[in-house]
């Protein structure tokens, strides 16, 4: 997918990014993401069994556990929800959060640690599914700026359109957004 904005003398053009790196690998996370599947590598490395992992759920009761589930149909996709499809998918593993960690990084506040650990799941299932962008933006026809890595194509549309806002604060224009999609 890729797409042309015109905004305030300015052309954003966002495309997929080719060069994507594996979220897990990368970058920090405040939980861990642990799967068994026998055609895919989900998720964090590990040396889980899952007799020995429901073992330390049973022994740690006080840390948040989301279940993960992919679906395999021409392509994969994992959600904490079910997909509901008894032929093409199924639970593979969990994600969760150490209760130290719901202390240290949320207050305690195990809902918003329960939204943390989704939307890492949603983050890798971008990555999964190839939806990582970037953006580049041309005035009068030279780059001044880009940003690649973006997980998720709205995501990515709505930090190149507040980049170009910025820009017309700064050279004075109005910071007002209109889309005029072009191609």
Same mark, same amino acid.
């Given at each position: *997918?890729?797409?042309?904005?015109?905004?305030?003398?300015?052309?954003?053009?966002?495309?997929?990014?080719?060069?994507?790196?594996?979220?897990?690998?990368?970058?920090? &996370?405040?939980?861990? *993401?642990?799967?068994?599947?026998?055609?895919?590598?989900?998720?964090?490395?590990?040396?889980?069994?899952?007799?020995?992992?429901?073992?330390?759920?049973?022994? &740690?009761?006080?840390?948040?556990?989301?279940?993960?589930?992919?679906?395999?149909? %021409?392509?994969?996709?994992?959600?904490?929800?079910?997909?509901?499809?008894?032929?093409?998918?199924?639970?593979?593993?969990?994600?969760?959060?150490?209760? %130290?960690?719901?202390? %240290?990084?949320?207050?305690?506040?195990? @809902? @918003?640690?329960?939204?943390?650990?989704?939307?890492?799941?949603?983050?890798?299932?971008?990555?999964?599914?190839?939806?990582?962008?970037?953006?580049?933006?041309?005035?009068?026809?030279?780059?001044?700026? %880009?940003?690649?890595? *973006?997980?998720?194509?709205?995501?990515?549309?709505?930090?190149?359109?507040?980049?170009?806002?910025?820009?017309?604060?700064?050279?004075?224009?109005?910071?007002?957004?209109?889309?005029?999609?072009?191609?």
């Amino acid at each position: *997918m890729s797409e042309t904005i015109r905004l305030g003398g300015y052309v954003i053009s966002i495309e997929q990014d080719t060069d994507v790196v594996n979220p897990r690998d990368d970058y920090d &996370h405040a939980g861990k *993401m642990i799967s068994w599947h026998n055609r895919y590598l989900l998720g964090d490395k590990h040396t889980w069994g899952i007799d020995s992992f429901n073992a330390f759920k049973e022994a &740690h009761p006080e840390h948040l556990y989301l279940p993960i589930f992919l679906y395999d149909h %021409s392509g994969i996709t994992i959600s904490t929800s079910s997909f509901r499809d008894h032929w093409d998918s199924g639970q593979v593993g969990w994600t969760y959060m150490e209760a %130290s960690v719901i202390e %240290s990084e949320f207050g305690g506040d195990r @809902q @918003q640690a329960e939204k943390r650990l989704e939307s890492d799941i949603k983050e890798y299932d971008d990555y999964i599914r190839g939806e990582v962008y970037g953006y580049t933006i041309k005035k009068d026809g030279e780059e001044i700026d %880009s940003c690649w890595g *973006m997980y998720g194509f709205e995501y990515c549309k709505d930090a190149a359109v507040w980049a170009v806002e910025t820009l017309l604060g700064i050279d004075g224009e109005p910071a007002l957004c209109h889309y005029n999609s072009a191609e």
